[in-house]
DNA sequence: CTGAAAGCGCTTACAG
DNA sequence: CTGAAAGCGCTTACAG
């Protein structure tokens, strides 16, 4: 049928078969309601005929890109990859579809992704910015004239947010504590400061106060095996050892366990520990880890689903949507052991 | 500084700013060697000054879109965020960026997902294509014009491939289990046929031959939770219980571990159990995980850079790439149990 | 080395 | 409802 010369098929090829203009087939193809429908279907026909696909990247005058841009620190955390699932599906429920950007947590590797999403001109970007993010970085992402909605984390930038209620979320994982008599609880994670991390402090330190208890934080940086370390110091000299463990999510929980386990404290009864995100793991990790479920899918949908509906009716986003989170009691935590 | 009137600036604007002409400025921005390097300069001071941003997505006679399609049929599965990690990684260091989509194991979805990518003029799409991939999907992706890579699974479509030497990857766990002195080993997982699926059961199958075993395949869905189920019925009667399972991947092993510890069995001690992928939690469930490394990670850069040489030298692939793995000894298996 | 002109494959008024 | 024309913001020969 087709020459060797891959010339892709245009419009104007379309229009030629069906015998009618080429505005015609732009109006078709837009399935605009201008086009009878007789018309139509002559059309859709030739083009199906020819083995025609519509050229997005021409259509320079179009009111959008069908592409918005998704930024996130490390897919390789799963409760970032679930995040991006989230969104990736309503996305594409739509019509849209996704420009990944994993950053690394490098705010060098950020400005780049962002800049090249932009020049892709995407409708919009989600972005869950890094935490080191200097301040120009910050004042680009407002000033870009993108549409940029920040997840998670709520940097210097004046754009829209839609976040979690950390400090909630972790003032349930300290009162499950409290209820099982836990006096010692550490908060394991959070070396660096930005809001997600803050909040989460602040959580933990005013409702360890409201019952009365001493905080203890311990930071540590955010992989299995940097928890494993910090918890094999924390546990190795006799004194001071907390009973119950406040993690600063669930990928340093699982860290935080193994190690346990390896010193053969037994988690759950000597030592209880409550992650946080309830990540997919979290159900089958031994013992099954207790957490607060942050609702990572949930949450991409709904920054997917907010970003759309500003792009369909060229609507600003709502500046601020906090979502809530939930205890799900495992078995990583039980009673506090009674004092030696 | 600009007006309300949020207009992009263009190429246009650049040059009449740096006393230029328009194509100038298109063959600095596109940092061409023709150019005076006065000149360049100029135009770059120009662009930064007005905070020009290119405009892609206009540069429609351009040889490259620099867009790549990456699709895979579950990010939430920590295997293929990795792979999507590797990806992404090395598509960003050359300057490309990529489209994601998630096909969830949907061959609509896919297809769906494949034409928006395709309209979107991506430079090459890297697929794992979904297990039920009717013949169609397989046919369009091998006519498309597309550069497409296959990835781990391999369909009909006649299209480059770059896997995983899956049956000698079981081998190793196979070897390794019959080292321990275990005889009744059962291949855990792994419902549909596919290549990834079938090269898997080949080489257990084979394998246990050559060690004079009797193979029993158990197959089940590629979940925690249908792992779990499945391991629970499995040992649920007394008689013809298996001292090792080789499971399909490491979320199978996870689940199967979780249902072996529930019903009061030592994982490594009265069951060994092999997982596949060497996911990053492997090592920190409880026992850490004995798997076979399929190097995700590697994989997905491995699949990035025989696309981008591909692309930039206007060059095809190498047809076929298989890459090996590695068997990676933790605490999840172990001597086989005493006959009783 | 640089610029004027034509072109890419669409969309968008506008006329009928 | 449909088509001819102009336009989008770039790139690409081509001339000098």
Known sequence: MSDETERRLTIDDVAKVAGVSRS????????????????????????ERLGYVYNRTA??????SYLVGIIIPDLTNPFYSELT?????VLNDSGWISLLGNSWESSASQEKILRRMHEQNVDAVIICPVTAADQSAAENLARS???VLQVLRRTEADTSYLGIDYAHGVALAVDHLSELGHTDIVLLGGERVYSAATERYEGYISSMRSHGLEPRHVPCALRRSA?????????????RRPTALVCFNDVVAIGAMASLERMG??????????????VADAEFVQPPLTTIDTHARQLGER??????????NGSPMSATTIMETSLVVRDSTGKAPLRS
Request: glycine residues 6%; proline residues 0%.
């Open 24 to 47: 015609t087939v732009s109006l078709v193809l837009r399935n605009s309601g201008l086009v009878a429908e007789r018309t139509k279907i002559a059309v859709r026909e030739a083009a």
């Open 59 to 64: 259509a320079i005058r179009a009111r959008h």
């Open 85 to 89: 699932a989230g969104v990736d599906q």
């Open 145 to 147: 004239g993108l549409r």
């Open 227 to 239: 928890a494993a370390e910090k918890v094999r110091e924390l546990f190795d000299k006799e004194e």
């Open 265 to 278: 404290l037994k988690v759950g009864r000597d030592v209880s520990v409550v992650g946080f995100d309830n």
């Open 303 to 312: 920054a997917a689903t907010l970003v759309l509906d500003s792009i369909r």
